[in-house]
């Protein structure tokens, strides 16, 4: 009950003056946030990579997003995750509110669910879901030894998750730790630096931005590399939501497995 205290103290404490009835989402990762918080009647626009809500329209991507379709939604509050490809001029057109959902941890996207909650009227659904997630980190077994794991973005040009990737914390939750040699989200790497650093486990993603990559085992130049190889699905990992805590539990299981053998 203590660690729901920050998000019961802000839901107590914030006087909402606002209330979202109609959403435009251009951060695909918080699609799983709203649509477990049952405020899926409310999106009335998203990204076309969002599976879910089947009755909101498609505003583009969340790189290149339409801003006339956007503006003639007439939402009340966009959900984004910055503004780089949604500038804060293209916002004040819209004249709605604007929400940056873009958790760099696994509390972060707590914190952000909590948040969001608020302003869809959803502060009943919150406390359930919060303490779900955590829940799931409590089945986390621990391991004697951590594995060292590098998380490959894309192969070419070789890209791979720096510290401050949420990836860094779901990797560290399941027992492991990500070892990259920087803090930044994303890192251009090479080969050598990769055999320098001698991973226990290489995660490899396969999705929009690593489509059709060789398998890492199958590469010439990772050939003394003395290293699992552990392929994931990219929309599953790099979504910073209630999936992250479930990748926590699968990595957990894939790095006991591997410890056992």
Not at 28 to 43: F, H, N, Q, S, T
Request: with cysteine.
């Amino acid at each position: 009950m203590s660690r729901l205290l920050p998000v019961l103290l802000l839901l107590l404490f914030t006087t909402r003056c606002f209330a979202a009835e109609r959403i435009v989402i251009l951060a695909p990762a918080a699609a799983d946030i709203v649509a477990k918080l049952d405020a899926g009647p409310l999106v009335v626009g998203k990204t076309r990579n969002v599976a879910e809500f089947p009755q909101a329209t498609e505003v583009g991507s969340h790189i290149r997003p339409n801003l006339e379709i956007i503006t003639s939604l007439k939402p009340d509050l966009l959900v984004i995750s910055s503004n780089r490809f949604f500038s804060q001029e293209m916002a004040e057109k819209v004249g709605a509110e604007i929400f940056f959902y873009h958790p760099n941890s696994l509390e972060e996207v707590l914190d952000r669910t909590g948040q969001l909650a608020v302003l869809l009227g959803r502060e009943k659904q919150t406390e359930k879901l919060i303490e779900s997630q955590r829940q799931k980190l409590e089945q986390v077994k621990p391991l004697k030894v951590a594995p060292r794991v590098i998380y490959e973005i894309t192969e070419a040009p070789l890209t791979i998750a720096g510290t401050g990737n949420i990836l860094a914390d779901i990797v560290r939750a399941a027992g492991g730790v990500l070892v990259s040699g920087g803090e930044r989200k994303l890192l251009r790497f090479n080969p050598e630096a990769v055999l320098t650093l001698q991973p226990d486990v290489y995660l490899w993603q396969v999705g929009p931005m690593n489509r059709n990559p060789t398998p890492p085992a199958e590469r010439g130049q990772y050939q003394a590399l003395k290293a699992d190889y552990l392929k994931v699905d990219e929309l599953q990992y790099s979504r910073a939501n209630t999936t992250s805590f479930d990748n926590v539990l699968e990595l957990n299981r894939y790095f006991l497995g591997r410890a056992a053998r």
